[in-house]
Each structure stands twice: as C-alpha cells, then as structure tokens.
C-alpha cells in the first residue's frame, strides 16, 4: 500500500476520533497528529504526558514501574524491596532481561523478588516495624549485599508509612546506602514520573556518598554510560564500541551497574545517554553540580552508531577521533555483509511503531538501514521533549501518535495496513492474531542485543524471521481477508 498523505491521514485521525464521546474527543484528538519535519517544536502539533482519559484501555504502566522496573531493579548488588502487596513486586522482576554477571543471591539479586507483603494489619497499623525487620533478615540471609532501596508501592503513599526515617536508621546499622523511594504507583500519570523521581533518590541519597573522595584514578577519557539497562546485552555490545575507541567507561547505569559505580559516576568526564526519557533528570543534575557535560547517543543501526561516535568523539582529542574512525573501519566488512544479506529481503516492508522510552525514535534508522519505512510512531509515556526529537526522524504526513489507546492503534493499523508492527507485549498476541507479524520491542522478544553493530546483525535477522515466517500465509491480515476485499470493492463502487 503506498503512504498516505496528509489529507489522508488527517481523515484517518478524525474517523477514528468520531467513535468518542464529544469531550473524549477534544482531548484525544490533541494526542494524535501528522508529522511536519518544517516543526521545530512538537508542541505545535501534539501534546503528552497528560493522565490517560478514563474507560479507554491504554498502555501505560505506573511511576512504582518506573523506578523499580526500570532505574533501580537493573542495580544487581542491592536488594530492592517492593514495599506493600506482593503482586508489584512479583510482576516486576525479571521481565526486562536485564542481563548481568554474578550469582543469584550471592552478590547479584536482579531477578529475586523481595517483597513486604502488605495485608490489611499492614494497612491499619503502618509496616515501618516490618520495614526494618525485613532489612535485619536481608543482612543476615544476604550479606554480600551492598545496599538497599525502598520501593514503595501505592498504600505506603496512602498511610503515610515514614520509610525516610526508617532509611536513616537501617544505614547507620547496617552502614550500607538505604535509600527511600517514594515512587507510589498512583503518582504522576505514567512510569516516566517514577523514572525521575528514582534519579532524585539517586541524587540526594547515593551521588554524594563519594564527594571529596580522590582515591579513585581517573583519566581524561573517562564516561559513564547513562539509561542503558542492558535489555538482552545491550549495555555490553555499546561498551564494546566506546572501549574499542579509546574510553574508558566508569560506570553502566543500571543494566549490569553497582551502586560503586554509580557513586564513582561524578568523577568522568562526560556522560553518555542513551534512554534520554528516564534518566535526563540526573545527567542535567551533575552537569550543574559537577559541571560534567551530557550527550544523547543511539547505538542502532550502522548509520547512527557511526554518527554517535563521531559526535562523541568530537568532545575528546585526536586519539579518541581516530580511534571512532578505526572503530567505523573495523566493522564495516560485517555490518554491509549485514545489510548486503537482509536488505533485499525487507526492503520496502513498512513498519508501525509504539513503545516507550527512546526507541520510537532511535530504532527508526536501524530500520532504515534495511530498506523499510516507518509509517507511524508513539511514545508511551513521552514527553513534547521525546516528540521534539522525533520530528526530524519521520516523513512528512506520517503518524504520530501519543499514549495511543487501544482502539486508536488497531483501527490505524487496518488502514495503514504496515508490514510489521513493533511494540509491547500487551499488543503482542492482538495483532499476531489479526495476521500481522510484531516483534516485542521492549524486551527485543526474548532476543539481543540490538545496540551495537553485532547488536545490528541480530536486529535484522531477527526482523527478517519474523516478517518472512511462512506461518502468516495461515493468518491473514483483516485487508487481505476476502470480505474485506468485497467492502474495499464496494466501498470503490
């Protein structure tokens, strides 16, 4: 199907729209727009993170989801207790495969789910006692651990249970950091409200741990690489580049990261985002407080890892210039062998997207890389920031689409009629069942590493599998369906 124009996708939006009720409609309407590449400011044309609209199913998860499924869980040698029911916590470990080294439950505890378990007594009585009784037990049962964060779910916000003084006190037991989070589901109208109010506990319970500390050596190519959580390998395969090149990367935050490195983190020389939604926050905190400059990066696909490391390398000498440069050399044999394989099997096949964080906008150009088109792109939890970006990525009179509801996204789905849809695992199964291929990309669908260049050979094979699958000639898509041709013809006549 050829793209659609901006007549055509203006009309799109407003058929879509006519299913609401008059007010529902004001407000989603301001979610859903037509890309415009001659926009410099995203909020000319959409706007985000506002509260979902009542009685519409979206994707969203909550702030408690924010910090620890995504900021502090990946921190392998602390224990994070989810403090309340059982059920967050237990829905909020080891989904994102953030993939690290150590032993489970020696030194490492990523994928262990501890938990207060809250009932009713709880609630009427308040759980600090309980609190300190749980980290006694973890100091005994798990002594290697190297801190603690207090997770807090939605009825600790609402008793009003004081975890900052039940922190200060643990830590000068137990003399590890012990840090409160009071990420209360119910706060904000999205996980992002959790990612920053993770950074603020980083920032004024864990940074200054170190302040005045010279022990540790540092040299003029010091980084740290900031909100990358190391989904399937990630963090690994974009280390791999930025130590090839010359650097020297002090600290991973928080996929396979310590909370030593996270302390050391004040002392390099510049840090790397790549996640810019979940941890901008503490990047623009130390560049005011340790004056350490920041810079986005996108480690997908050939094209934007050799821009991101001539950008970064830029900030550095004539060493780590040349040496971005060997790095571009070293891997183009096997990223053009890459495309050379994949390219004509995908060239063309256009692609919807709907995901959180950065990869409605950085994945673009690794799709790119082979040949296929992305025709529609959302973010989750977004912000007019992530859109600002996102704008000069996409074609004019594509789809842009913000905390898209679940009737919104399968209704432009059927009219755009994309070869491949990415997004999460909650649309997974709805569109497989239509007949249209998807892959998972939160969590790379049990795959990865997709950043890197080796990251970008699994990529394409992996987007290759899935679109070439001989099981989609068994499910048909609703607009290859031969009554959908018959409504088509119909509607022609």
Known sequence: MAALTKEETEALIQEVLEVYPEQARKDRAKHLAINDQSLEKSNKCITSNRKSQPGVMTIRGCAYAGSKGVVWGPIKDMIHISHGPVGCGQYSRAG???????????????????????????????????????????????PLNKGISIQSECPIGLIGDDIEAVAKKANKEIGKPVVPVRCEGFRGVSQSLGHHIANDAIRDWVLENRDGDESFPTTPYDVAVIGDYNIGGDAWASRTLLEEMGLRVVAQWSGDGTIAEIEKTPKVKLNLIHCYRSMNYIARHMEEKYKIPWIEYNFFGPTKIAESLRKIAALFDETIQAGAEKVIAKYQAEYDAVIAKYKPRLQGKRVMLYIGGLRPRHVIGAYEDLGMEVVGTGYEFGHNDDYDRTIKEMGNATLIYDDVTGYEFEEFVKRVQPDLIGSGIKEKYIFQKMGIPFRQMHSWDYSGPYHGYDGFAIF????????????????KAPWKTEESSKVTVAAGA
């Open 460 to 475: 394409a094979r992996d987007m290759d599998m899935t679109l070439n699958n001989p099981c989609w000639k068994q499910v």
């Open 96 to 142: 994102r495969r953030n993939y690290y080294v150590g032993t489970t439950g020696v030194n490492t505890f990523g994928t262990m789910n501890f938990t207060s378990d809250f009932t009713e007594k709880d609630i009427v009585f308040g759980g600090d006692k309980k609190l300190a009784k749980i980290m006694n037990e973890i100091e005994e049962l798990f």
